[in-house]
């Protein structure tokens, strides 16, 4: 007997424009290198996660267990990570790459408490040393209302998938 599905919540325009606003502002702030502004985009308890790849077509499902390419457990992991490539203690980031974003297929759905899942493909054009690199894949973003009153949120769960088979240069933030 098949289960019933639940009943999606409704989601406004404005809050699929206030998504969409918040993924090309955090791409944006990426490819800028807008360091600062990027960081206040994540809940203080947000955690950024980079799955490797545990078979052809299977991820690894916790951090804590598997091997990822890349895994903090809240904010102040990726704040390290800026002040390592500020003050030039990341070597692969030196110099740091011109980059492009890309995001698209943003496809939103609410969850308890006012978050909201979002699920979006991205692409990022690297280049660095003359050689562009092209890093493709999907974000799932969980987020939470800002608590401004206005439809603004906060990141409070960011998960990358790299499609990519091969990963030819160093790949750090800025590329995914």
């Known amino acids: 007997m098949a ?3 639940k009943k999606p919540q409704t989601i406004s325009l404005d809050q699929q424009q206030a998504v969409a606003a918040l993924l090309f502002k955090e791409a944006r702030f990426i490819d800028n290198q807008q360091w600062d502004e990027w960081i206040e985009l994540f809940d203080p308890q947000a955690e950024y996660w980079i799955p490797s790849w545990d078979g052809q077509h ?9 091997i990822s390419l890349m895994y903090y457990a809240d904010r102040s992991g990726i704040e390290d990570r800026i002040f390592r ?3 030039g203690l990341s070597s692969a980031s030196s110099p740091l790459p011109r980059t492009v974003h890309s995001i698209t297929n943003i496809e939103v759905e609410a969850l308890d ?6 699920r979006s493909n991205w692409q990022c ?6 050689v562009t690199t092209t890093f493709v894949g999907h974000y799932e973003h969980t987020l939470k209302p800002a608590g401004d009153g206005s439809d603004t ?14 990963i ?7 590329n995914v």
């Open 3 to 5: 289960m019933p599905m």
């Open 58 to 66: 299977q991820l690894i499902d916790d951090p804590r267990t598997g």
């Open 85 to 87: 490539i500020r003050t």
């Open 113 to 118: 408490g006012g978050q909201l899942f979002v």
């Open 125 to 130: 054009m690297s280049y660095r040393w003359k």
């Open 153 to 166: 949120y906060l990141i409070t769960r960011k998960r990358i998938v790299v499609k990519n088979d091969l």
């Open 168 to 174: 030819p240069i160093p790949m750090d933030i800025y």
